[in-house]
């Protein structure tokens, strides 16, 4: 079973990186709860924020012509607040992922520059 730090893709990576916020692709709008993004980042600007904010996974996936790619698609809620705080990086577990796993996401919308 998942720690609450970790998602079922993440359970077994204990690596935690700083993510440039910039590299970081977000395809799906996110639906947002206010209340949770404030709460969020509340905590992340006080000092508990390495233990009281679980990182958010990435799928990283290295293009057929190489380069790396980043996506995300949980972690809505914490990837605005650091967003709203202008963090350079998040915090987050990098789950190495194929283009078939990005396929998965996001069907036929998945980019086509990484096939």
């Known amino acids: ?4 730090d ?3 893709h993440s359970a077994g990576i204990d690596e935690v990186h700083n993510v440039p916020m910039s590299v970081i692709k977000r395809p799906i709008p996110s639906v947002l ?4 993004v404030q ?3 509340d905590t992340i600007k006080s000092e508990r ?5 679980p990182p958010v996974d990435i799928l990283w ?7 790396d790619y980043y996506f995300s698609f949980g972690g809505c ?3 605005e607040a650091y967003k709203r705080l202008n963090r350079a990086t998040i915090k987050a577990k990098l789950v190495r992922s ?17 096939a």
Do not use: C, N, Q
Not at 33 to 36: G, I, S, T
Not at 61 to 67: A, N, P, V
Not at 98 to 114: C, E, I, Q, V, W
């Open 49 to 53: 924020s390495e233990v009281d904010v």
């Open 1 to 4: 079973m998942a720690s609450l």
């Open 77 to 79: 809620h914490r990837f």
């Open 39 to 41: 709460s969020l980042m």
């Open 6 to 8: 970790s998602s079922v």
């Open 33 to 36: 709860d206010e209340l949770k």
């Open 61 to 67: 996936i290295t293009g057929s012509e190489g380069g």
């Open 98 to 114: 194929t283009l078939g796993d990005l396929y998965h996401y996001m069907g036929s919308s998945a980019p086509k520059y990484l």
